[in-house]
Protein backbone atom coordinates (compact mmCIF):
# COMPACT_ATOMS: atom_id res chain seq x y z
CA UNK A 1 0.00 0.00 0.00
CA UNK A 2 1.66 3.41 -1.09
CA UNK A 3 2.28 5.75 1.70
CA UNK A 4 -0.46 9.13 1.83
CA UNK A 5 1.25 11.73 0.06
CA UNK A 6 2.99 14.80 2.50
CA UNK A 7 2.08 18.04 0.26
CA UNK A 8 5.13 20.70 -0.38
CA UNK A 9 4.99 24.03 -1.96
CA UNK A 10 6.75 24.45 -4.85
CA UNK A 11 8.77 27.13 -3.70
CA UNK A 12 10.08 24.32 -1.35
CA UNK A 13 10.95 21.95 -3.92
CA UNK A 14 12.37 24.62 -6.54
CA UNK A 15 14.63 25.25 -3.42
CA UNK A 16 15.60 21.85 -2.96
CA UNK A 17 16.37 21.18 -6.35
CA UNK A 18 18.64 24.37 -6.54
CA UNK A 19 20.67 23.37 -3.49
CA UNK A 20 21.23 20.16 -5.41
CA UNK A 21 22.45 21.92 -8.58
CA UNK A 22 24.76 24.21 -6.50
CA UNK A 23 26.41 21.20 -4.70
CA UNK A 24 26.83 19.17 -7.11
CA UNK A 25 28.39 21.11 -9.40
CA UNK A 26 31.24 22.02 -6.66
CA UNK A 27 31.44 18.35 -5.55
CA UNK A 28 32.50 17.61 -9.17
CA UNK A 29 34.82 20.87 -9.79
CA UNK A 30 36.26 20.16 -6.05
CA UNK A 31 36.80 16.59 -5.96
CA UNK A 32 38.19 16.57 -9.08
CA UNK A 33 40.87 18.84 -7.47
CA UNK A 34 41.71 17.00 -4.82
CA UNK A 35 42.38 14.04 -7.13
CA UNK A 36 44.73 15.50 -9.95
CA UNK A 37 46.92 17.86 -7.55
CA UNK A 38 50.44 16.91 -7.16
CA UNK A 39 50.44 16.44 -3.54
CA UNK A 40 50.11 12.73 -2.19
CA UNK A 41 46.68 11.39 -2.23
CA UNK A 42 44.44 10.53 0.29
CA UNK A 43 42.46 7.03 0.52
CA UNK A 44 38.97 7.68 -1.56
CA UNK A 45 37.33 4.97 0.77
CA UNK A 46 38.03 6.88 3.81
CA UNK A 47 36.76 9.98 2.91
CA UNK A 48 32.68 7.99 1.15
CA UNK A 49 33.41 6.45 4.84
CA UNK A 50 33.40 9.77 6.72
CA UNK A 51 30.36 11.34 4.83
CA UNK A 52 28.50 8.08 5.89
CA UNK A 53 29.40 9.52 9.30
CA UNK A 54 28.88 13.04 9.04
CA UNK A 55 25.20 11.93 7.22
CA UNK A 56 24.25 9.39 10.14
CA UNK A 57 24.90 12.54 12.49
CA UNK A 58 23.04 14.96 10.41
CA UNK A 59 19.70 12.59 10.20
CA UNK A 60 19.96 12.17 13.86
CA UNK A 61 20.30 15.49 14.59
CA UNK A 62 17.43 16.66 12.11
CA UNK A 63 15.23 13.52 13.45
CA UNK A 64 15.77 15.05 17.01
CA UNK A 65 14.20 18.05 16.31
CA UNK A 66 11.65 16.80 13.82
CA UNK A 67 10.50 14.84 16.98
CA UNK A 68 10.22 17.21 19.38
CA UNK A 69 11.27 15.44 22.58
CA UNK A 70 13.85 13.14 24.25
CA UNK A 71 11.22 10.93 24.73
CA UNK A 72 9.79 10.68 20.83
CA UNK A 73 13.02 10.75 19.86
CA UNK A 74 14.25 7.46 21.90
CA UNK A 75 11.46 5.83 21.22
CA UNK A 76 11.24 6.14 17.42
CA UNK A 77 15.19 4.88 17.54
CA UNK A 78 14.11 1.95 19.70
CA UNK A 79 11.06 1.06 17.35
CA UNK A 80 12.43 1.82 13.71
CA UNK A 81 16.38 1.33 13.84
CA UNK A 82 17.39 -0.86 17.08
CA UNK A 83 13.92 -2.90 16.91
CA UNK A 84 13.94 -3.50 13.02
CA UNK A 85 16.54 -5.42 11.89
CA UNK A 86 14.44 -6.19 8.51
CA UNK A 87 13.94 -2.57 7.70
CA UNK A 88 17.99 -2.79 8.29
CA UNK A 89 18.66 -4.79 5.99
CA UNK A 90 15.94 -3.66 3.45
CA UNK A 91 18.17 -0.33 3.62
CA UNK A 92 21.80 -1.80 3.46
CA UNK A 93 20.91 -2.78 -0.35
CA UNK A 94 20.86 0.73 -1.55
CA UNK A 95 23.50 1.43 1.03
CA UNK A 96 26.04 -1.04 -0.44
CA UNK A 97 25.48 0.17 -4.30
CA UNK A 98 25.93 3.73 -3.20
CA UNK A 99 28.99 2.89 -1.41
CA UNK A 100 30.62 1.33 -4.89
CA UNK A 101 28.73 4.16 -7.04
CA UNK A 102 31.00 6.99 -4.52
CA UNK A 103 33.93 4.54 -4.83
CA UNK A 104 33.52 4.58 -8.73
CA UNK A 105 33.18 8.51 -8.89
CA UNK A 106 36.24 9.10 -7.28
CA UNK A 107 38.09 6.45 -9.75
CA UNK A 108 36.50 8.26 -12.73
CA UNK A 109 37.27 11.74 -11.51
CA UNK A 110 40.74 10.64 -11.29
CA UNK A 111 41.08 9.85 -14.76
CA UNK A 112 38.75 12.01 -16.73
CA UNK A 113 37.95 15.56 -16.89
CA UNK A 114 35.32 17.27 -14.68
CA UNK A 115 33.03 18.66 -17.65
CA UNK A 116 33.11 14.98 -19.56
CA UNK A 117 32.51 12.51 -16.57
CA UNK A 118 29.63 15.33 -15.54
CA UNK A 119 28.08 15.05 -19.24
CA UNK A 120 28.59 10.96 -19.56
CA UNK A 121 27.55 10.03 -16.18
CA UNK A 122 24.02 11.17 -17.67
CA UNK A 123 23.61 7.90 -18.72
CA UNK A 124 22.40 7.11 -15.28
CA UNK A 125 19.15 8.99 -16.71
CA UNK A 126 18.17 6.63 -19.19
CA UNK A 127 19.34 3.57 -16.59
CA UNK A 128 17.20 5.40 -13.56
CA UNK A 129 14.03 5.68 -16.93
CA UNK A 130 14.60 1.51 -17.29
CA UNK A 131 14.17 0.72 -13.48
CA UNK A 132 11.22 3.30 -13.28
CA UNK A 133 9.05 1.16 -15.89
CA UNK A 134 10.51 -2.17 -14.00
CA UNK A 135 10.48 -1.74 -10.60
CA UNK A 136 7.69 1.28 -9.82
CA UNK A 137 5.22 -0.06 -12.32
CA UNK A 138 5.21 3.51 -14.40
CA UNK A 139 4.94 4.24 -17.90
CA UNK A 140 7.13 6.81 -20.08
CA UNK A 141 5.64 8.67 -23.15
CA UNK A 142 7.51 8.86 -26.22
CA UNK A 143 8.75 11.93 -25.83
CA UNK A 144 10.65 10.87 -22.45
CA UNK A 145 11.81 8.12 -24.49
CA UNK A 146 13.46 10.12 -27.66
CA UNK A 147 14.64 12.11 -24.85
CA UNK A 148 16.57 8.85 -23.67
CA UNK A 149 17.95 8.13 -26.93
CA UNK A 150 19.16 12.53 -27.25
CA UNK A 151 21.37 11.94 -24.66
CA UNK A 152 22.77 8.85 -25.80
CA UNK A 153 23.73 10.70 -28.75
CA UNK A 154 24.88 13.88 -26.85
CA UNK A 155 27.36 11.29 -24.53
CA UNK A 156 28.59 9.42 -27.92
CA UNK A 157 29.56 13.03 -29.17
CA UNK A 158 31.44 13.83 -26.29
CA UNK A 159 33.21 10.45 -26.10
CA UNK A 160 34.40 10.74 -29.83
CA UNK A 161 36.31 13.45 -29.44
CA UNK A 162 36.89 14.30 -25.59
CA UNK A 163 37.63 17.47 -24.71
CA UNK A 164 41.52 18.22 -23.51
CA UNK A 165 42.42 19.79 -20.58
CA UNK A 166 45.99 21.40 -20.63
CA UNK A 167 47.05 22.20 -16.76
CA UNK A 168 46.28 18.23 -15.41
CA UNK A 169 49.39 16.91 -15.15
CA UNK A 170 48.84 13.51 -13.87
CA UNK A 171 48.31 10.37 -15.86
CA UNK A 172 45.14 9.35 -16.61
CA UNK A 173 43.47 6.07 -18.00
CA UNK A 174 40.49 7.26 -19.89
CA UNK A 175 39.19 3.59 -20.56
CA UNK A 176 39.30 3.26 -17.04
CA UNK A 177 37.23 6.35 -15.83
CA UNK A 178 34.77 5.50 -18.59
CA UNK A 179 34.34 2.17 -17.08
CA UNK A 180 34.31 3.11 -13.44
CA UNK A 181 31.43 5.39 -14.83
CA UNK A 182 29.25 2.85 -16.44
CA UNK A 183 29.46 1.19 -13.28
CA UNK A 184 28.39 4.17 -11.17
CA UNK A 185 25.14 4.39 -13.84
CA UNK A 186 24.20 1.25 -13.23
CA UNK A 187 24.33 1.78 -9.15
CA UNK A 188 22.45 4.97 -9.67
CA UNK A 189 20.11 3.88 -11.12
CA UNK A 190 19.27 1.01 -9.21
CA UNK A 191 20.06 2.40 -5.78
CA UNK A 192 17.99 5.65 -6.40
CA UNK A 193 14.59 4.06 -7.63
CA UNK A 194 15.20 1.30 -4.71
CA UNK A 195 15.16 3.88 -1.99
CA UNK A 196 12.35 5.62 -3.55
CA UNK A 197 9.76 2.79 -3.56
CA UNK A 198 11.05 2.46 0.34
CA UNK A 199 10.22 5.76 0.78
CA UNK A 200 6.87 6.14 -0.66
CA UNK A 201 5.84 2.45 0.44
CA UNK A 202 5.48 3.24 3.99
CA UNK A 203 4.83 6.53 6.02
CA UNK A 204 8.25 5.57 8.18
CA UNK A 205 9.87 9.81 8.53
CA UNK A 206 12.16 10.20 6.09
CA UNK A 207 14.93 10.70 8.70
CA UNK A 208 14.46 7.32 9.82
CA UNK A 209 15.17 5.73 6.55
CA UNK A 210 18.21 7.80 6.03
CA UNK A 211 19.30 6.67 9.36
CA UNK A 212 18.55 3.06 8.77
CA UNK A 213 20.26 3.15 5.41
CA UNK A 214 23.60 5.56 7.06
CA UNK A 215 24.11 2.65 9.65
CA UNK A 216 24.14 0.01 6.81
CA UNK A 217 26.48 2.59 4.81
CA UNK A 218 29.06 2.93 7.92
CA UNK A 219 29.55 -0.97 8.03
CA UNK A 220 30.08 -1.63 4.22
CA UNK A 221 32.37 1.76 3.41
CA UNK A 222 34.72 0.70 6.48
CA UNK A 223 34.46 -3.36 4.79
CA UNK A 224 35.60 -1.45 1.35
CA UNK A 225 38.65 0.35 3.26
CA UNK A 226 39.47 -2.68 4.93
CA UNK A 227 39.50 -4.62 1.28
CA UNK A 228 40.39 -2.07 -0.65
CA UNK A 229 43.42 0.09 1.13
CA UNK A 230 43.56 -1.76 4.52
CA UNK A 231 47.36 -2.17 4.59
CA UNK A 232 48.11 1.11 3.31
CA UNK A 233 45.80 2.76 6.00
CA UNK A 234 47.20 1.08 8.62
CA UNK A 235 50.32 2.24 7.95
CA UNK A 236 50.01 5.72 6.93
CA UNK A 237 46.74 6.56 8.86
CA UNK A 238 43.10 6.85 8.28
CA UNK A 239 43.18 10.59 7.34
CA UNK A 240 46.34 10.06 5.38
CA UNK A 241 46.35 13.33 3.04
CA UNK A 242 43.50 15.05 3.92
CA UNK A 243 43.53 18.53 3.17
CA UNK A 244 40.86 21.49 4.05
CA UNK A 245 39.90 20.77 0.38
CA UNK A 246 39.09 17.12 1.07
CA UNK A 247 37.13 18.35 4.10
CA UNK A 248 34.97 20.34 1.77
CA UNK A 249 34.48 17.44 -0.80
CA UNK A 250 33.41 15.41 2.01
CA UNK A 251 31.17 18.34 3.46
CA UNK A 252 29.73 18.75 0.08
CA UNK A 253 28.94 15.02 -0.71
CA UNK A 254 27.04 14.99 2.82
CA UNK A 255 24.77 17.16 2.25
CA UNK A 256 24.05 16.50 -1.21
CA UNK A 257 23.50 13.35 -0.24
CA UNK A 258 20.51 14.81 2.10
CA UNK A 259 19.35 16.79 -0.09
CA UNK A 260 19.01 14.13 -2.97
CA UNK A 261 17.15 12.33 -0.30
CA UNK A 262 14.64 14.75 0.05
CA UNK A 263 14.25 15.02 -3.26
CA UNK A 264 13.47 12.05 -3.90
CA UNK A 265 10.60 11.97 -1.08
CA UNK A 266 9.08 15.04 -2.59
CA UNK A 267 9.19 14.93 -5.99
CA UNK A 268 11.13 11.17 -7.83
CA UNK A 269 13.88 10.47 -9.44
CA UNK A 270 13.28 11.78 -12.79
CA UNK A 271 12.97 15.08 -11.37
CA UNK A 272 16.88 14.81 -10.45
CA UNK A 273 17.64 15.41 -13.76
CA UNK A 274 16.35 19.43 -13.55
CA UNK A 275 19.75 19.98 -11.48
CA UNK A 276 21.99 17.99 -13.71
CA UNK A 277 21.60 19.66 -16.25
CA UNK A 278 22.75 23.14 -14.88
CA UNK A 279 25.59 21.44 -12.63
CA UNK A 280 26.93 20.22 -16.08
CA UNK A 281 26.58 24.20 -17.15
CA UNK A 282 28.11 25.15 -13.76
CA UNK A 283 31.27 22.32 -14.16
CA UNK A 284 32.04 22.79 -17.58
CA UNK A 285 32.29 26.93 -16.56
CA UNK A 286 34.48 26.24 -13.86
CA UNK A 287 36.58 23.81 -15.59
CA UNK A 288 37.73 26.08 -18.37
CA UNK A 289 38.69 28.57 -15.62
CA UNK A 290 40.68 25.75 -12.76
CA UNK A 291 41.73 23.06 -15.27
CA UNK A 292 42.22 24.82 -18.57
CA UNK A 293 39.51 22.97 -20.25
CA UNK A 294 39.38 23.24 -23.85
CA UNK A 295 35.92 23.06 -25.22
CA UNK A 296 35.67 21.16 -28.81
CA UNK A 297 32.63 21.54 -31.09
CA UNK A 298 31.67 18.16 -30.64
CA UNK A 299 31.63 18.37 -26.56
CA UNK A 300 29.86 21.54 -26.86
CA UNK A 301 27.11 19.75 -29.29
CA UNK A 302 27.34 16.76 -27.41
CA UNK A 303 26.51 18.71 -24.05
CA UNK A 304 23.66 20.76 -25.57
CA UNK A 305 21.91 17.62 -26.51
CA UNK A 306 22.34 16.42 -23.12
CA UNK A 307 20.83 19.38 -21.46
CA UNK A 308 18.00 19.42 -24.15
CA UNK A 309 17.32 15.75 -23.47
CA UNK A 310 17.49 15.90 -19.62
CA UNK A 311 14.78 19.31 -20.18
CA UNK A 312 12.89 17.15 -22.45
CA UNK A 313 12.83 14.03 -19.97
CA UNK A 314 11.42 16.27 -16.71
CA UNK A 315 8.26 17.31 -18.44
CA UNK A 316 6.07 14.94 -16.94
CA UNK A 317 2.94 13.60 -18.14
CA UNK A 318 1.58 12.52 -15.24
CA UNK A 319 1.91 12.76 -11.62
CA UNK A 320 5.09 10.60 -10.85
CA UNK A 321 5.41 11.50 -6.79
CA UNK A 322 3.50 8.61 -5.88
CA UNK A 323 4.37 4.71 -5.92
CA UNK A 324 1.62 3.14 -8.15
CA UNK A 325 0.09 0.08 -6.85
CA UNK A 326 -1.55 -0.83 -9.59
CA UNK A 327 0.18 -3.67 -12.19
CA UNK A 328 0.25 -3.29 -15.71
CA UNK A 329 1.59 -5.53 -18.14
CA UNK A 330 5.15 -5.13 -19.63
CA UNK A 331 4.24 -3.46 -22.77
CA UNK A 332 2.22 -0.52 -21.01
CA UNK A 333 4.82 0.11 -18.85
CA UNK A 334 7.72 0.40 -21.37
CA UNK A 335 5.65 2.92 -23.58
CA UNK A 336 2.36 4.72 -23.56
CA UNK A 337 0.70 4.92 -26.67
Known amino acids: MAAPRENVSLLFKLYCLTVMTLVAAAYIIALRYTRTTDKELYFSTTA ?23 GRFKTSLKENVLGSPKELMKLSVPSLVYAVQNNMAFLALSNLDAAVYQVTYQLKIPCTALCTVLMLNRSLSKLQWISVFMLCAGVTLVQWKPAQATKVLVEQNPLLGFGAIAIAVL ?72 YTSIVVKYTDNIMKGFSAAAAIVLSTIAS ?50
Open 187 to 258: CSGFAGVYFEKVLKSSDTSLWVRNIQMYLSGIVVTLAAVYMSDGAEVIEKGFFHGYTYYVWFVILLASVGGL
Open 288 to 337: VILFGLQITLNFALGTLLVCISIYLYGLPREDTTVVQGEETTSKERLIHM
Open 48 to 70: VCISEVIKLLLSVGILAKETGSV
